[in-house]
């Protein structure tokens, strides 16, 4: 199963691609491929573009981005 990130990266079509429509440079998107999860400050804008969750592509901040079905 893909993680988050790559399934948004392929969402946008691509590292380039994700990285253009969000305004940021491909190393940073290439980094988040690394680590598994995209920056905190473009959780929102990557979510929006590709439709995926914010607390799928940032599982360890919870209390940032809470699981709709999660009692915070």
Do not use: Y
Request: aromatic share 2%; net charge positive; proline share 10%.
């Amino acid at each position: 199963m893909k993680s988050a990130i790559e399934r948004a990266i392929d969402s946008a079509g691509g590292v380039n691609a994700l990285a253009r429509a969000i305004g940021v440079k491909q190393p940073s998107v290439s980094r988040w491929r690394k680590v598994g999860v995209v920056g905190l400050e473009h959780v929102p804008d990557v979510s929006a573009l590709t439709g995926i969750p914010a607390h799928e592509l940032r599982p360890d901040k919870p209390k940032l981005f809470p699981h709709p079905d999660s009692e915070v």
